[in-house]
């Protein structure tokens, strides 16, 4: 009989752990169905006028696609983690300016070339007051690019490998520690620096 | 469902109500989305987004939040309804990039086997339990009733015969 009691009590602490560690992950990094795929392609516009940018032209090189804008608060927190990584390493970083004119901003109702202009002078202004650890810079003023790759919180990093294939993904700023204990490995991985 | 489908045709209504007013005043809103363009396209929308989650806000539904992301998602579903998508493709479109995690009611496969039919799992063994134990307990009762002394079973039976 006293066995018996056990019982309940070792299915009441295997639920608890069960639960524990439910409430341990976090619910905001979701697992992309994207991992394994090609890169969806796109030509945007560069920051330089004039420009555009195709992730094609990378096919053979193992590179990274960060989405940023000015307006996200914990891409700033990440944004030195970047200029470091891009000083230090040989891996092409590539940023996605996503949605850089917020739907909220005055500057929203301009035309779309002016738009571009305004985001383009914005950013510029960012990267040169903040430092630069972009190769390229592309916008997605309407954000459909990002949608193709699944982007719903930035910053988001993308590793991209030599056939244009997204081997990683990670939501949210990047760590150094990322990086390096992630991110790097996994360049060498596929081949990269 | 049925509650949430009438509260959203009033709201939708209602919207349409306040723009018919704005447009006879000649004021416009900044932000004024072109809501309900096509009913019809409108009517299919709400009845798909009802069913995907917000990936910003992840308890709220894609019809009923006001993220940005959901604003822009339900742009390009209103762009599959008119290109003649069927569910099955605008849902498929969806699950494409952001996963499983949209469809509020995900498929059954192999590693969401457990979430579909765990709980009947766990309440059929509930139930085994349940009988098992009664079953002990009716087993064990008649042959010696707990708790009462010698002398008090003997008190009882004399105060049952009086």
Redesign the interface.
Known sequence: MRKLLLIPLTLFIGLVVFLAVGLQRD??Q?????IGKPAPAFDLPTLVEGQRFSPESYKGQVWLLNVWATWCVSCREEHPVLVAFSKANAVPVVGLGY?EV???EPEY?LPDDQKLAFARAREQRYLTRNGNPYQVSVLDM???VG????V??VPETYLIDKQGVIRYKHVGPVTTAILNEVILPQVRQWGGA | MMRANASWRVAVLAALWVGALWGMTGARAESAQPLAENPVVERRLVAIAEDLRCLVCQNESLASSRADLANDLRREVRGLIVQGKTDTEIKDYLVARYGDFVLYRPPVKGSTVLLWFGPFALLGLAVVVLVWVLRQRARATPAQAPGLSEGQRQRLDQLLKD
């Open positions: 619910p905001h979701i697992p992309s169905p994207l949605k917020q739907s909220q109702a309407d954000g459909r949608i193709e790759y699944g719903y919180g």
